[in-house]
């Protein structure tokens, strides 16, 4: 198992740095669902591309959209919201769960943005719904990671395929 985390994180340290360029050749974005036990809630934090991210939303929204710039955070935060509501659904112990959207910061070349999910007394499995980005390329990559406590499990999901589910 050890040797199995090993060479996930090389692969996935690898896609990144190859994304980082301006023509990244691959197109990643990751999604991580943590289960906060003392609150009760799950914590999500996705992490896609920025340069891709802005792409996506002014070819959908049909205006301009600059992530980085703070006169526009307000309407950059409806237009990230509305996007990842729509792309991103999860359901815990077989439910579906309504995400509350938390905000965005930009990281270097990369958007990380942030939802919760409250009132999740006890997890027993997650399914996670993912098309970010789907709407822009046909090779899309997601990675997932579902953390209950100690227990992690993850995977990678390429366009189309769209849903993981992780029991506990």
């Known amino acids: 198992m050890r040797r199995f985390k ?3 994180y090389l692969f996935l340290f690898t896609c990144l740095n190859l994304a980082a360029s301006n023509k990244h050749p691959l197109h990643v974005s990751t999604t991580e669902v943590s289960y906060n036990a003392k609150d009760k809630t799950l914590e999500l934090s ?3 591309f ?3 991210f802005e792409a996506v939303l002014a070819k959908l929204y049909k205006q301009k ?3 980085s710039n703070p006169a526009l955070k307000k309407n950059m935060d409806e237009l990230v919201k509305k996007y990842l509501i729509s792309h991103l659904q999860l359901k815990a112990n077989g439910k579906a769960v309504t995400l509350n959207y938390i905000g ?3 990281d270097h070349e990369a958007t990380n ?3 919760e999910v409250e009132k999740i007394a006890s997890l027993k499995s997650v399914t ?3 098309t970010i980005l789907y709407d822009q390329f046909d090779d899309q990559m997601s990675i997932l990671h579902v953390v209950k406590g100690s227990i992690r499990k993850s ?3 390429l366009y189309p395929d769209q849903t993981f589910t992780a029991n506990f």
Request: hydrophobic share 45%; charged share 25%; aromatic share 20%.
């Open 6 to 8: 090993y060479f996930f």
């Open 50 to 52: 920025t340069d891709d």
């Open 128 to 130: 996670v719904s993912n």
């Open 113 to 115: 943005i942030y939802l």
């Open 155 to 157: 995977t990678k999901i």
């Open 104 to 106: 965005f910061e930009i």
């Open 46 to 48: 996705c992490k896609i």
């Open 65 to 67: 959209v600059d992530l």
